[in-house]
Every structure is written in structure tokens, then in C-alpha cells.
């Protein structure tokens, strides 16, 4: 281990959440080389130890105090029902909770599961969210492959993260219910060892992630038409207009969600603009 005063962040050591959260860390300018399979690395330059560790066990771990921060999926966050807040939502991860029934089944929803059997990884939120209906369901606790627990006759439902559905449809399942969406989170606990560096590290992670959302786009467009230019890209905060030559045109330069940019290119046409360019930002501060 390093030092005891330095900053201790808990990321997931294998699994689909590992390379998404160290890619992250990285891009915010975080230098570490993990040995291989090493479960600790120091960070260049920074006060900032990594620990890696299951990604089910970091919100507990948080909570303890074993770890400042840490990454993980905001369903692990509500199952552990860990005493840690969320500094941010990472827009990577995303998945659904669901409730789920055999394709053929009869139920219409979570209503309906009075007395059944339920196969789940998430049985805090999965008994909480069915307690609401007076629904108290036999909870069968599981760490995974809970999709094939209805053919194998241990269970009538599931409640399981859903992402494409094709594990689902392979499984011949369907969804009765949805109960929440989830994303990858950085967390912290309250008596948090370093304060000035877990801040540093939340305004790199926030540029990276802003960035990763969003593009800059610059365009010319006639003096007329900029108040209904700006309505199509207000920006981030507002956009930066400098003057043209033609005293008629002026050139404008904002910040538009990445998934918006090919409709506001073509509104922004339609309007008379001209030489629109999209230019990706891969960190910013705002
Ligand atoms: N399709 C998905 N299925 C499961 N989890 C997903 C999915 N998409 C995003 N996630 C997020 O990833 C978390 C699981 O991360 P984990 O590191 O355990 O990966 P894993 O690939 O499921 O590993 P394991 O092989 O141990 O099950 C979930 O809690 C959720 O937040
Ligand atoms: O909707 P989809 O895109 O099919 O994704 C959802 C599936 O992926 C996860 O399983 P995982 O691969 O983690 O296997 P596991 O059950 O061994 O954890 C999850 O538990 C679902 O089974
Ligand atoms: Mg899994």
C-alpha cells in the first residue's frame, strides 16, 4: 500500500466496468501503470493511490472508509444501500433493472408475483420496489446467471439488469416491469481523507465527461439570422460571436450535445449559415 494520507480511489478490477472507468481516469490525465493484475498503483504526480476491487464490494468499501472514492454502477450503490454520496454520473454503463416473466406468462405486473418465486442479484431493491404493492415475493438471492433460473424450475420471475435484451430473448423472457436505470457513478464517503485532491478529481473527471457529451461547432451566419441561430444552439452557457469582415455576417462558436450536432448542422443551413464545422473536444472546463 502507499501512503496513509494519500487519497485512496476504488476502481472495479475486472468486468465491463474495469477499461471504462481506468480509460476515464486516464483521459482526466491520471498517469498509472497496474502490474499485471496488481490490485494497488500509484498515480504520477498526484497524491492518489488505486485500489482495485470487486465492483459489488466498492460502495461497502466506500462507506467503510477502506477506500475515499470510488467507481462503480449506481444499481450497486441502491443494493448495498451504502452510506455514500454520488459526486457524478459517468455516462458510461447504462443499463435498466427489470422485472421478468417467461414470454408466455400470464402477468401483467409486478403486481401480480403475490407468492412467486423471484431470482435476483438485487434483492434489497428488488423486495423494496415490491413491497410497494404489499408484494412480499420468496427472494432468491444469486451472483449471477439468473436468466436460466426460470428454466431450471428455482424460479417464476427474475429481476436482473437489462442492456440490449438479447440475453433476455435467448431466454425465451420478457419484461413485466421496469424499476429503474442505472449508470457507472464516482462515489465518496462523508470523512473523506483528502478533501483539495478529491475535488481535483471531480473537475477532471467532469471535463472529460462533458467533453465526451458534447462537440464544438463554428459557423458563419448572417447578422438577421443569428437570434434564431442561437435558439437552435444556445450553448453551453452562451455562445462566442466575433465579427466578420462583412459587416453583415459574423462567425459563431458553441457547444452542442454530441447526439444534436447532425440537426442543428442541417437547421443551422436551412437558416443561411455557412462554413458549419464540428469539432470533437476530448476535455474542457467550463
Ligand atoms: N449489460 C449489462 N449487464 C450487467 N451490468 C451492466 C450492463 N451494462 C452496464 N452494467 C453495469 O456494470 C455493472 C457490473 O459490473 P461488473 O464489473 O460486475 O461487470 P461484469 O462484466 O458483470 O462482471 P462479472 O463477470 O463479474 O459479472 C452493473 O452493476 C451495472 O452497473
Ligand atoms: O440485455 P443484455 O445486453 O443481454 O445484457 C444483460 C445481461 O448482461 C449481464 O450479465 P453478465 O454478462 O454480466 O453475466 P453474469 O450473469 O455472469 O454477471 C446481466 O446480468 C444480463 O444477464
Ligand atoms: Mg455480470
Redesign the pocket.
Known sequence: MGNNTNLRIGL?S?????DLAGDLLKQAGLRFRRQNRSLFARVSDLPVDLIFLR??DIPTLCAEGAIDMGIT?S??VDEAQADVSVRMPLGV?R?RLAICVPEDSPAESGKDLAGARVATSFPNISGNHLAQYGVTPHLVHLS?SVEVMISLGIADAIVD?V?TGSTLAANKLRILEEIGT?E?VLIQNGKCRDRVTAERIVRRLEGVVIARDFSLLEYNIPKSALSAAEKITPGFNSPTINPLEDQDWCAVRVMVKRSGVIDAMEQLETLGASAIMETEITNCRL
Open positions: 472495479p475486472k468486468g465491463r466496468l474495469s465492483t459489488d454502477g444499481d450497486l454503463g443499463c449471477g439488469l442492456e442505472y457507472t
